[in-house]
Nanobody, 129 residues
């Protein structure tokens, strides 16, 4: 079982930036796709972004494209999410996740939470207006 620990959350003013980290307990993390999801109170968990194990392919939700950047450092068993120009409505708990067989093919469903096998505890991001 791979354990994931999300960190880096906090409070930031609208328009500000934040960098989240996702530390994995096992080196096998380097072979897993990594994704980020978020959940606001009263809302369902939604897809934010994902990256292949190789780092060669990334996908973003339309709402965050051009503002958020996902990356990973497999040598450190760590993934990252850089968030720029944050909006108050993006206040949420942000979860990192890893999946052994996340699909990046033509019929892929990388945006579905069910694609991911392991989840971090989440880190709170609060964006004030």
């Amino acid at each position: 079982q791979v354990q994931l620990v999300a960190s880096g959350g906090g409070s930031v003013q609208a328009g500000g930036s934040l960098r989240l980290s996702c530390a994995a307990s096992e080196r096998t993390f380097s072979g897993y796709a990594m994704g980020w999801f978020r959940q606001s109170p009263g809302k369902e968990r939604e897809f934010v972004t994902t990256i292949r194990w190789s780092g060669g392919t990334t996908y973003y939700a339309d709402s965050v494209k051009d503002r958020f950047t996902i990356s990973r450092d497999n040598a450190k068993n760590t993934g990252y999410l850089k968030m720029n120009s944050l909006k108050p409505e993006e206040t949420a708990v942000y979860y990192c996740a890893a999946g052994v067989r996340v699909s990046f093919y033509s019929d892929s469903h990388y945006y579905r939470a069910e694609q991911y096998d392991y989840w971090g505890q989440g880190t709170q991001v609060t964006v004030s207006s």
